[in-house]
């Protein structure tokens, strides 16, 4: 059973910032491209940052680029996401997802829901006006 744990969701003010860690055990992480979606309520699923194994390319969708930055550290297995400058719309519950890449390039980056195959529980986070 692969687990993605994820930490760091809560309550924050607008313009305030969060940091959401996730780490996966006992998998070679460094095999698996990693991102970050979230899901508001009645919303679909949407990607809203992406990395790729070796963590030399990144994804932001338009509302994150310039307030958020996704990086990885492969030695332990984790993967986060420092969102500042947060805004009442970034709330949302936020999941971290994990992509099998057996590509030789370490620059494959995924944001297609269907590409992910392990999922995290989630993590709420609610942004106060």
């Known amino acids: 059973q692969v687990q993605l744990v994820e930490s760091g969701g809560g309550l924050v003010q607008a313009g305030g910032s969060l940091r959401l860690s996730c780490v996966v055990p006992g998998r070679t992480f460094s095999t698996y491209a990693m991102a970050w979606f979230r899901q508001a309520p009645g919303k679909e699923r949407e990607c809203g940052s992406g990395?790729?194994?070796?963590?030399?390319?990144?994804y932001y969708a338009e509302p994150a680029k310039g307030r958020f930055t996704i990086s990885r550290d492969n030695a332990k297995n984790t993967v986060l996401l420092q969102m500042n400058s947060l805004k009442p719309e970034d709330t949302a519950v936020y999941y971290c997802?994990?992509?099998?890449?057996?590509?030789?390039?370490?620059?494959?980056?995924?944001?297609?829901?269907?590409?992910?195959?392990?999922w995290g529980q989630g993590t709420q986070v609610t942004v106060s006006s």
């Open positions: 990395i790729s194994k070796s963590g030399g390319k990144s």
């Open positions: 997802a994990e992509a099998a890449d057996y590509s030789y390039s370490g620059y494959n980056v995924y944001t297609s829901v269907g590409q992910y195959v392990y």
